[in-house]
């Protein structure tokens, strides 16, 4: 106990750095996913197809292989041109939760916009509205409650994702653990039953307040 009493100010430090990566990574790829999944419906080749690509690379490949590109390749190549310095733990962090993310949030609003009866569609165009204003006042709207869950659920992955920018020298939650446990080998649970708690009082909250949202969104959705 005393030993979690003691490691708990940089335990917390280490929690506001994950929810510092989380929020900032996650918006970015509900952004992404939205283009993308608008160029996934696009009939033109050259949206559709590099769409496509990049969802299927993405999600093929290990999250961890495409921090290290960002990381190392990609930091290469800038100091080449004396540009290293756009390239550290929180950038290649962000960038990397951001774009793997953003491939599935891809998916989530391509099947979200899909359940959207074409009627509706159909109707909104019969009175007028454009296909902007369709999207945005008729289509989105109505897919935005069967997001909501698997928004939260890719959000609670993210933050345990987040975990991988240690590898990097990043400062969150399980950077702090292992360094907290490397000195402390001798007695580790109490480090770990801190970790995990920390994880729980940014993950439950998270799923509290989704499902207020959507159950708020689906009722102004009747009238």
């Given at each position: 106990?005393?030993?979690?009493?003691q490691?708990?100010?940089a335990f917390?430090a280490?929690?506001?750095?994950?929810?510092?990566?989380?929020?900032?990574?996650?918006?970015?790829a509900l952004?992404?996913?939205l283009?993308l999944?608008?160029?996934?419906?696009?009939?033109?080749?050259?949206?559709?197809?590099p769409?496509?690509?990049?969802?299927?690379?993405?999600?093929?490949?290990?999250?961890?292989?495409?921090?290290?590109?960002l990381?190392?390749a990609?930091?290469?190549?800038l100091a080449?041109?004396?540009?290293?310095?756009?390239?550290?733990?929180?950038s290649?962090?962000?960038?990397?939760?951001?774009?793997?993310y953003?491939?599935?949030?891809?998916e989530?609003?391509r099947?979200?916009?899909?359940s959207?009866e074409?009627g509706?569609?159909?109707?909104a165009?019969?009175?007028?509205?454009?296909?902007a204003q369709?999207?945005f006042?008729?289509?989105?709207p109505?897919?935005?409650p069967?997001?909501?869950?698997?928004?939260?659920?890719?959000?609670?992955?993210?933050?345990k994702?987040?975990?991988?920018?240690s590898l990097?020298?990043?400062t969150?939650?399980?950077?702090?653990?292992?360094?907290?446990?490397t000195?402390?080998?001798?007695?580790?649970?109490?480090l770990?039953?801190l970790?995990?708690?920390?994880?729980?009082?940014m993950?439950?909250?998270?799923?509290?307040?989704?499902?207020?949202?959507?159950?708020?969104?689906?009722?102004?959705?009747?009238?």
């Amino acid at each position: 106990m005393d030993l979690a009493l003691q490691a708990l100010p940089a335990f917390l430090a280490g929690a506001r750095d994950t929810v510092i990566y989380c929020v900032t990574a996650f918006p970015l790829a509900l952004v992404l996913g939205l283009v993308l999944a608008l160029m996934r419906n696009a009939r033109t080749v050259w949206l559709h197809g590099p769409a496509r690509i990049f969802i299927e690379v993405i999600r093929g490949t290990p999250i961890l292989v495409q921090l290290y590109i960002l990381y190392y390749a990609l930091g290469a190549i800038l100091a080449q041109y004396h540009l290293a310095n756009m390239i550290n733990a929180w950038s290649a962090g962000i960038a990397a939760l951001a774009l793997n993310y953003a491939a599935y949030e891809a998916e989530i609003f391509r099947a979200g916009l899909a359940s959207v009866e074409q009627g509706q569609t159909e109707a909104a165009y019969s009175l007028g509205l454009s296909r902007a204003q369709n999207f945005f006042r008729i289509v989105l709207p109505q897919a935005i409650p069967l997001m909501i869950p698997p928004f939260v659920n890719d959000f609670i992955f993210m933050i345990k994702d987040s975990a991988i920018v240690s590898l990097v020298s990043g400062t969150d939650l399980t950077s702090i653990l292992s360094f907290w446990v490397t000195r402390h080998g001798s007695n580790p649970l109490p480090l770990y039953a801190l970790a995990i708690v920390l994880y729980l009082a940014m993950s439950l909250p998270t799923s509290f307040v989704a499902r207020k949202l959507e159950a708020r969104v689906r009722a102004s959705l009747q009238f």
